[in-house]
């Protein structure tokens, strides 16, 4: 066995240090006989851990299981002296079952959501969540949606990341944002928002599907066909295309149909994020967890914070209240001191 020193931080999606009350931290070599192992709780700063008895070898491997933060594990090298080093920052997202929003009131919504506002002025038929009533999301209607109304809550996160992309995202070929083709918002899920737009928005996304170019590829559109057809109204779906951006751009996928809704001719946007956690993996390539399903809207937060750190996106993120968490507790003869 071999004394060691591992300066650990942990820094969340904007690079600060952590807090979390209970960090599960183990160290060992990639057979993992002989891992070390303890639990310590980190308050904003990073800690050193002496470990007596740590494992040899010149290459480690660093696992930590935060409460409040998804699992993550780095390769680290030892040098003569005892010391480990990660071969880079550990960076975590957020668990999502662990966090809620806190979102910016209408009153306070600036500049940049001066199209969402207006927008959602206009969109009397807009349901924020799948199974909600219609409602003109505006002034204390948007401020009633809160955390503890947790699917509205969620479908109103999803529409601020979205939004958040899609009006700084250029439609090509046309020198503007994808928002500025919204017409009315119509529905809003934790995975997507249902929007109507004008013809150049369908326009450019069948022409996108057929000549991909700008980081844009055609995608399968039959999946989304019927999410059309469930938005009130529409009778008849048809010129349906879909594109999906590159991983730069945050795997945005544009789906567009024309569509007969009570009676006239009309043109549906379904715009999405990411739908089957791929876009998660491959921004912290730390984090070891296995995806199925949808993604959270707290874990697309999370990798637009990183890919686009200088967004506002209408929320923050606070720990949720009154959670049962671990207390801190050693194991094994790793000591840890700040």
Known sequence: MARLRLDLSIVDVHGRPVSDPAVQVRLGPPGGVGTVTTTLALAGAPVTLDIPDGPPGPALILRVTPSLYRDGAVTCTVDG??????????????????????????????????????????????????????????????????????????????????????????????????????????????????????????????????????????????????????????????????????????????????????????????????ENGSLLLHTFDLIRHAFTGGTHPVDVHECLCTAFPATDFGYHLVPMPLLALPRARLRRAARARR
């Open 81 to 274: 002296s005892g010391q480990v080093s990660p071969t880079r920052d550990v960076c975590l997202p957020r668990r999502p079952s662990h966090w809620q929003p806190e979102f910016t009131p209408w009153r306070e919504l600036g500049d940049p959501f001066s199209s969402l506002r207006d927008v959602l002025a206009a969109s009397p038929a807009f349901r924020v969540g799948q199974f909600s009533a219609p409602v003109t999301c505006t002034g204390r209607a948007f401020d009633e949606i809160v955390a503890a109304d947790e699917s509205r809550a969620l479908a109103k996160i999803s529409l601020l990341n979205l939004f958040g992309r899609l009006r700084e995202e250029r439609a090509p070929g046309t020198g503007g944002s994808w928002f500025a083709r919204v017409r009315a918002l119509l529905l809003a899920t934790r995975e997507r928002f249902i929007a109507e737009v004008d013809e150049a928005c369908w326009a450019t996304v069948n022409d996108l599907a057929t000549r991909p170019r700008g980081g844009y590829r055609e995608a399968p559109v039959k999946l989304h066909i019927e999410n059309f057809r469930s938005i009130p109204g529409v009778t008849a779906v048809r010129g349906a295309a879909s594109v999906k951006t590159a991983e730069r751009k945050a795997n945005l996928q544009f789906s567009v149909a024309r569509v007969t809704r009570d009676g006239r001719t009309g043109y549906l946007l379904d715009a999405d994020i990411d």
